[in-house]
């Protein structure tokens, strides 16, 4: 400390031993004195230095930060806000840092709709049991067009336009884009017709959500752009079975129609099929038919010389060679000798051979 | 006594600094202020900067926060004009607009925001039992309008509200409205419910009913359509063995050149195909060549 108070820049200090010649104890005084003056100075060199460090703030990587200048923001827009690390301002009361935590995309959802569940059945997936009428304290629900009860949440995720008016305008802004949500869910689901919003139209009622928090928020000048609207509708509990089987009803038509459809495909394609070889066959016949009369044609007209060369003869032979050609092919041939008395013969006729083949069979020598 | 000119001049940045920190104040941008002399609001600042005023116990500087304040009222119960019970709740954004008189009003309470959203909350009440009266419950529940009628109540309520403002003139000023819950009584709900329950036994019967009607039309549709394809072939087949036939007549002017050949030589054809297969001819002796035994048999026997 000594060394410390006689280095050069000590001016008051030196001036005090020779005006006064004092005794021991004055002497000491002095010398007290001396001594907590250089404390002093020391401080306030410290203190101004510390002073000066004051502005000196770190932007932790998850935040962001916004200059205040005699309290008005330094910057505009997405400019205001310094990124992490290490920046100076200048010491209070010319400059302020106000911290946000606003990095990237914030999310807020919407549960005015849902029913009451606990973060673990959330996680779980479980969804309570049902229980009697929904009392309108506890159970959050919509209501739709044509006056059903329907839960449904919305999850919305945005990006900050304006992080001067998101930050400084609003006390908590993220409470009034869910506000924004909240309305537009109750909004949207007032508008869609119960099965609209389950089944029939869930882009609809998810674009219809999305456009009414757009719009709340662009009105309510929040400051905000809209990401990402994800919506989640589901009967109530108690109503599961009912809406179940509807669907099932639906999953059935489905199936009776297709099942209907295949089985007229199949008639038609047959029955296109079988018109296609009738056709066919007709074709044929024609073409034998003409062909054969054709041919015959031919040979009558070769055998017509013949013929009226030697009628008689001709006609004589060609008959027995027929009547030749004929006999072997015949299967059965019975023949009937005249009795010997001149008197008719009786002879019974079995009729419709196929069915008693063995029968047939014996008759035949 | 010699004075070091360093140590002067400290002492006079030291008593500048204290002197302005005396005489003046800041407003943030988050902050309206008003500034009163004696006790008595003589200025009111809205917008951020630094200001000079004069020390305490002269001058005092109150400070409120503008920001817009996010106020959700209880859910209350209102009748619609059409007499449905209907529990609603609104989110108010509002915000201090005019300092000087939300100063004598508030400045007193501990928590003035909160103070003054205790009134809010009584005009928020009426504004909404007003407006729900007006509406039938189609008004805030159908696909007619396109939700101008909803939008119409918010409006209607923001109204109200304001309404009850400008008669108080607190400065306070409500931004935007917004129902943010709309619930029927519980009771209500349970009859919702059981109307539910058989609309959708209704939907289901009919899917059911329309499925099977569809497909019975389906499926009579496709046999009728089979049964005209092959109505056509069939006629389209004759018309083609007719053709045929008409070609085949050509060649019969052939068989005219002796008619009685003709005839004879058919006859022994068709006497050949209508024998071909599996027939059983009996012959008696009468019949040629069968004749034939006869005279054998008899000449041998005789000889």
């Known amino acids: 400390m000594n060394d410390h108070l006689h280095s050069p820049d000590d001016l008051p200090a030196p001036a005090l031993p020779p005006e006064m010649p004092m005794d021991a104890s004055s002497q000491a005084l002095a010398e007290a004195l001396r001594s907590s003056f250089a404390i002093v100075k020391v401080l306030m060199v410290l203190l101004a230095l510390l002073f000066l460090a004051s502005g000196f703030f770190t932007v932790g990587p998850q935040e962001r930060a916004i200059l205040l200048r005699f309290g008005r923001p330094v910057g505009e827009g997405e400019k205001a806000l310094l990124m992490p690390g290490l920046h100076w301002s200048l010491p209070y009361p010319i400059d302020e840092s106000i911290k946000v935590s606003i990095s990237g995309l914030q999310q807020v959802r919407s549960t005015v709709g849902w029913y009451p569940v606990t973060p673990e059945q959330e996680l779980s997936g479980i969804e309570p049991p049902a229980g009697g009428p929904l009392n309108p304290i506890v159970d959050g629900y919509a209501l739709t067009a044509d006056a059903n009860i329907i839960h449904t949440r919305a999850i919305l995720t945005y990006r900050i336009k304006d992080p001067i008016r998101y930050v400084f305008s609003f006390v908590n802004a993220s409470n009034a884009v869910q506000n924004a949500l909240d309305n537009a869910l109750l909004y949207a689901a007032s508008r869609f017709k119960v099965d609209d919003i389950l089944t029939r139209d869930i882009a609809g009622f998810r674009s219809a959500v999305r456009r009414h928090a757009t719009q709340s928020a662009e009105m309510q000048d929040l400051g905000i752009v809209v990401e990402t609207c994800t919506v989640d509708s589901v009967p109530p509990r108690q109503l599961k079975d009912a809406f179940a089987n509807v669907l099932k009803a639906e999953v059935m038509r489905s199936k009776v129609l297709n099942e209907a459809r295949s089985s007229e495909n199949q008639v038609t394609n047959k029955a296109s099929a079988d018109a296609e070889s009738l056709i066919n066959l007709a074709r044929s016949d024609r073409a034998r038919r003409v062909s054969d009369v054709g041919a015959q044609a031919e040979r009558f007209q070769e055998i017509l010389p013949q013929y009226k060369d030697h009628p008689a003869l001709f006609a004589q032979q060609r008959l027995t060679e027929t009547l030749g050609r004929v006999l072997t092919n015949v299967q059965d041939k019975i023949f009937v000798a005249d009795s010997a008395d001149g008197k008719p013969k009786e002879m019974r006729l079995l009729l419709n051979r196929e069915v008693p083949k063995p029968v047939t069979e014996e008759k035949k020598p | ?303």
Do not use: C
């Open chain 2, 1 to 303: 006594m010699k004075r070091n000119p360093l140590t002067l001049i400290i002492a006079l940045l030291l008593i500048l600094i204290f002197g302005f920190l005396l005489f003046s104040f800041q407003v943030r941008t988050t902050e309206v202020a008003v500034v009163t002399t004696f006790g008595k609001p003589t200025r009111q600042i809205t917008e951020p900067s630094l200001y000079f005023k004069w020390p305490w116990p002269i001058q005092k500087v109150w400070t409120f926060d503008r920001r817009v304040q996010n106020f959700e009222d209880r859910l209350t119960e209102g009748l619609t004009s059409d007499n449905f019970g209907l529990l609603t709740s609104v989110y108010v954004g509002w915000k201090v607009s005019n300092p000087t008189n939300f100063f004598p009003r508030f400045a007193g309470s501990a928590n003035p925001i909160s103070a003054a959203e205790t009134l809010l909350d009584q005009w928020v009440g009426n504004a909404k039992t007003d407006v729900v009266g007006k509406h039938p419950l189609s008004d805030f529940v159908s696909t007619s309008d396109n939700g101008a009628a909803f939008l119409a109540i918010e409006k209607a309520i923001l109204e109200g509200i304001r309404s009850q403002i400008r008669t108080n003139n607190l400065g306070l000023e409500v931004e935007f409205l917004g129902i943010k819950r709309l619930q029927l009584p519980e009771t209500v709900s349970q009859s919702v419910f059981d109307r539910m329950t058989s609309e959708r036994k209704v939907l289901a019967d009919r899917f059911q009913y329309e499925g099977e009607a569809e497909a019975q039309r389906i499926r009579s549709d496709a046999e009728r359509k089979a049964a005209e394809l092959l109505a056509n072939a069939e006629s389209q087949a004759t018309r083609i063995k007719g053709i045929g036939e008409a070609e085949a007549a050509k060649s019969l002017a052939v068989f005219q050149q002796n008619p009685e050949l003709a005839s004879f030589i058919f006859r022994l054809n068709a006497l050949e195909s209508s024998l071909k297969e599996r027939s059983v001819l009996i012959f008696d002796q009468q019949t040629p060549p069968f004749d034939l035994f006869r005279g054998v048999s008899t000449n041998l026997l005789k000889k």
